[in-house]
């Protein structure tokens, strides 16, 4: 995923989001990279826009959906920790479930996501 003159990229192999300066084409720079936990399997990326955000998750046996802040300054991406099921439970918000807010509809796979402006 692009962002001016950042790329970032998903590495299911080392659990990191890289981010890479390619302000010179031909010279792309590593620039840091957010570290995720083994059980985090890195799916996609979204970006908000308007915002700092990006949205990112994760499939296989524990799908969740996390958020990420990027500063284009620096190129430094950093969790969001405010997004959170209940303060008690793990960084993001968990799609393995038997319940959703509009009913009963057993786990799901986190394939995607919009941010809208409400």
Do not use: Q, Y
């Amino acid at each position: 995923m692009a962002r001016g003159n950042w790329w970032i990229m998903p590495v299911e192999s080392t659990f990191e989001f890289v981010v890479f300066d390619i302000s010179a084409p031909t010279h792309p720079r590593r620039a840091g990279a957010l570290v995720a936990d083994s059980s985090f399997t890195l799916h996609w990326i979204s970006r908000d826009p308007s915002r700092d955000r990006l949205g990112m998750a994760a499939g296989g046996p524990a799908p969740v959906v996390r958020l990420a802040r990027f500063d284009t300054t620096a190129g430094a991406l950093r969790w969001d920790e405010r997004l959170r099921e209940r303060p008690d439970r793990p960084l993001g918000v968990s799609c393995d479930r038997k319940r959703w807010p509009g009913g009963a509809a057993g786990g799901a796979e986190p394939h995607g996501a919009i941010f809208s402006r409400r």
